[in-house]
Structure formats: structure tokens, C-alpha cells
């Protein structure tokens, strides 16, 4: 390292500029040599530079979101998975709180079993077998030369099996409500009853072109379908009503009815009057 002479003389001889030079440079020259340029200094009464202050320690690097790129795989995923489960969990447990909470409900009873009751439903018969036979025999009690009239004996099978159809109707539901045996579908069956009754009378209407002893008959079995009619609508009206059925006027149509049935078939019998006084009776 190069420097100064160190005799006194030298240093005498040196300029103020010179010797500040020294002391503000301490890293080139000897310490005895600084230390002589600073008394020299003091003895001049000039201005003596401070001793300049060693370097400060470099400052520890700020750590940067870039520095971390350069992280090992295993560093750099474990402080990325740490993040992310806690994200999740802070999530988590945001959506918790802003989820509504059920509302407390009364428990349920179950409801109490149905109880089935049992009905019974009687099918109307169609009647048919039974009225095909009628017919024969209504027809059977014709006079032959009435008969023998072919045209007219067809149209009075057709008019006699309306007029049975809607009699076997009639009669098989009115014995239900004599026996009380009438089931929920009563009144609908009663209303077919009707219809069959106004489909014999609505025939009547027209005229048959018969015979005098076919008119008579059939005018029978029209007043039979009048008193079938009459006993029916009562019966229907209380069914649906819901009150007893059978009432005086039913009662006494259904034994005039049949008595009509039996005189169409040749079974009525007129009773033989009575003879003899009253007072023998």
C-alpha cells in the first residue's frame, strides 16, 4: 500500500487539503499515517474531516411473490395447499352461517287405516230368456185367425216383449224394496226401469194397424205399465232421498201390477160371485 513519508517534517509540509485527504481516507494509508495527518491538522487549527463509518451490513432481501417461483416443487405446493385448505374452510364455514335453519315441525300421526265396508251390488238382469218365453205364450193366447195374420201377430210380439222387459224390470226391482234388500245403486236401476217402461209407452203412441183383440190386449198392458211407472218414480224419489221406500200407494200398485202381468199371460181367473145371503155369511 502506498503512502506518505512519515517524518514530521513531511507532514509539516504538506497543505491543509493534503492532510484531509489523509484522514478521509483511512483504507489507503497506514493507521500511524492518518493518525499524523489528523494531529497535524489540530495543530493548524483546521478542520479535522470525521473518520468515515465502515459500510452497513447489506439488508436482508425483501422477499417478493417472484421469489418464491424459484421454491422447490414440494416447498412451493405445501404453502400453496395450506392456503387453499384454509380458503375453503373460511368458505366453508361462511355458507354455514347463511343457511337458513329448518324450522322445527310437529311430528306427523299417521293417518288412521280405512276401514273398507262391504257392498253389495246387484247387477240388473237383462231379463231377455225370460221374455222370449213370455212372448211365446202372450202370442200362443191369440185367436188363430189373429195369428194367422202374420204382420200383425210380428208387431205384436215386439210390442209384448217391450211391455215384458219392462214388467220383469219393474217387478224384480220392487220385490227389493218389499224384501228391504235394496243396495246404493238402487236408484240408477230404477231410472233404467224407467226408461224401459217409456219405451213400451212411447210405441203406443203410433198405431200398430192390429187386430181389435191385440188392441184390447195391449191397452192391458199399457194401464199394468202406468201403475209400473208410478210405483217406480216414488221409489227412485225416496231412494235418493234417503227415506223408508215403501209407502201405502206403492204397495197397492205393485199388487195391481202383477195382477195385469198374470191376465196378459191367460193365468187371471175372474172369482165366482157369491151367492146366498149376506146374514149366512
Known sequence: MSGFPSAPDSFQKKTTAELQYLVENPS??????????????????????????????PAAPVSTAYDHDDAPPSQAGSRWLLGGLGLLAVLALAWWAFQPQPAKTAVRQPPAPIVLEATTIRPLPSFEPEAAKQVATTRRLLPATDRADTTAAGRYARMARRYWLAENTAAYLTAQALGDSV????????????????????????????????????????????????????????????????DPDVERDQQEAVSVSREVLGQYQKAAPIRGRLEAL
Do not use: C, H
Request: glycine fraction near 8%.
Open 28 to 57: 489507503l494509508y497506514d493507521a500511524g499515517v492518518v493518525t499524523r495527518a489528523r494531529q497535524e491538522l489540530r495543530q493548524r487549527g483546521a478542520l479535522v474531516p470525521a473518520t468515515p463509518s465502515l459500510p452497513n451490513s
Open 183 to 246: 243396495t246404493s245403486v238402487f236408484a240408477g236401476q230404477a231410472g233404467i226401469g224407467l226408461e224401459r217402461i217409456s219405451w213400451f209407452m212411447g210405441a203406443m203412441a203410433y198405431d200398430q194397424n192390429l187386430t181389435p183383440e191385440m188392441d184390447t190386449r195391449l191397452a192391458l198392458m199399457q194401464r199394468g205399465m202406468a201403475l209400473r211407472r208410478s210405483s217406480l218414480q216414488a221409489l227412485k224419489a225416496r231412494a235418493e232421498a234417503d227415506v223408508p221406500l215403501l
